[in-house]
């Protein structure tokens, strides 16, 4: 079973400072993903990437970052916090070549205060 | 670029009954991947089930099926026999396949509720 280990679950920021959601995946799959889940979006892709050194702008990249290290470590970034990124964050993680399915991790919860 | 659009918020059926989510997308692609997914009250979203753009014949998983209508560009999920646990947000996802992009784009999701 694929696992995908996101880190914190929960984390409280305070509007202006910097947030860094991590992500780590024991599977050495290419692709990795960010997404953020708001009530009446659905899943909404902010960043993802193809493999180590490589990050892409999904549909909502603005006011986030992504870095990735390794196969294993992929990062979401709040340079600088807002209210409006209060969201529970997903990150994904798949060998996309052959249409094969993406792996979730539990998700975190940000609140900017 | 591409899409993928539900527009049932929410549903509800009493349990052993079959229902059926609906799910269209847009595409340049010639060749894609659709995806069901389902998340559970915990907050966990697992994957249920595929369709091939290529492939003509409707995906099958357990109690889980597709109705793959790709001149409409169209999946829906149908859940026949439906149970207690099913109750779950079930959402839609589509890959493009030759674009090179991977990008993996959901839709808003539909709530479905199943009643004793």
């Known amino acids: 079973e694929a696992a995908v280990t996101q880190s914190p679950r929960n984390k409280v920021a305070v509007t202006g400072g910097k947030v860094t959601l991590s992500c780590n995946q024991t599977?050495?799959?290419?692709?990795m993903y960010w997404y953020r889940q708001d009530t009446g979006h659905g899943l909404r892709l902010i960043h993802y990437s193809y493999g180590a050194g490589s990050t892409e702008k999904g549909d909502i990249p603005d006011g986030y970052k992504a870095s990735r290290p390794s196969q294993e470590n992929f990062s979401l970034i709040l340079e600088l916090a807002t209210p409006s990124q209060t969201s529970v964050y997903f990150c994904a993680s798949g060998d996309v070549t052959g249409g094969t399915e993406v792996f979730f991790g539990k998700g975190t919860r940000l609140t900017v205060v | 670029a591409q899409k993928v659009t539900q527009t049932q918020t929410s549903i509800s059926v009493v349990e052993k009954t079959t229902v059926t989510m609906d799910c269209v997308y847009e595409?340049?692609?010639?060749?894609?991947?659709l995806f069901w997914y389902k998340q559970t009250a915990s907050g966990e979203i697992v994957f249920l089930i595929r369709?091939?753009?290529?492939?003509?014949e409707n995906a099958t998983v357990g109690h889980y099926s597709l109705n793959f209508q790709k001149p409409k560009s169209s999946i829906g999920l149908i859940i026949t026999a439906t149970q207690i646990e099913d109750s779950a947000v079930y959402f839609c996802a589509m890959r493009e396949a030759s674009s090179g992009s991977w990008q993996l784009i959901f839709g808003s999701g539909t709530q479905l509720t199943v009643m004793p």
């Open positions: 599977n050495n799959h290419n692709n």
């Open positions: 595409t340049r692609d010639s060749s894609y991947f």
């Open positions: 369709q091939d753009s290529y492939k003509k």
